[in-house]
């Protein structure tokens, strides 16, 4: 089987696989996962590619087994073969001869796994669960007495809630056996919240680094690698389908000692307003503001 490499990014870090093995059955996962750009060029390479092809078979066939048709005309049969695969069938080209009309049959075949593998990864890309959340760029650590919380906040960038929202952290940890050998593992950072029946608007993200914390043996060693990855799954309750969001944050990304300046904004008609071009920012850290989180203020869709 086939061999190839793959280019993973993980929040900063550059991984690529060697020797993942591939066939005809990732093709379809290929063009599911690349752009637009790319899938429009390859689609419509494919679609003249097997035109051309078929044009050329009804080119050299012998003369009148297309009605209409000039012998030899590769430009000729590229046409008719478009409007027969495309089954358009203006009428100005039939098939004339037994033979015009075996190659006619076995396009028109070809023609249906095309259109059929066409409209489903069409309709798939339109489909799939699309990732609907705005995470802040940095996540901050504000003391609370003699503990500090960890906190990160995200907002959904959609009109409609999303429903049964699941939350996850998990801290990227780097063991080292006696004999030098070393390897990773992710090792879960438990949330004060880490369910949410309804997130309309802003949702923080709250992990106590307390004694039994894995956060608290690496957060104050500079030398020591620091890497958390959040995850975030719920349901879009306008399309019923799975939404889910994903952010890496490395040390550089850690803030200590701040806070996230306040993104809602309470009218006096009694609406709220919230302020998605604040999200990312922060300040210094005040324990009004640290107390109130931990007491379970902000950590909700709305203050």
Known sequence: MPRRHQHIDLGGVHAVKHGAPWGPGDVYYELMEMGWRRFIAIVTAAFVGVNLLYGAIYALLPAGTIDHMVPGSIADGFFFSVETLATVGYGNMAPATHAGHVVAVIEILTGLFFTATLTGLIFQRFARPRESLMFSDKLVVARVGDRRLAM???AGTRARPL?????????FERIVLPTGRSYGQQVDLRLRNARNAMMALAWTLVHVI??????????????????????IRGLDTLLSNPSFGSKYYTRADILIDEEFVDIFDNRDDGSIHLDLTRLHATRAASDAFAGGVLAGRDVQSAP
């Not at 429903?163 to 801290?171: C, I, K, P, R, Y």
């Not at 307390?210 to 995850?231: C, F, G, N, W, Y």
């Open 210 to 231: 307390d004694d039994d914390s894995p956060l608290a043996k690496v957060i104050d060693d500079p030398a020591a690698e620091l890497r958390i990855t959040v995850t």
């Open 163 to 171: 429903a049964d929202v699941g939350a996850s952290m998990a801290l």
């Open 152 to 154: 990160m906040r995200l």
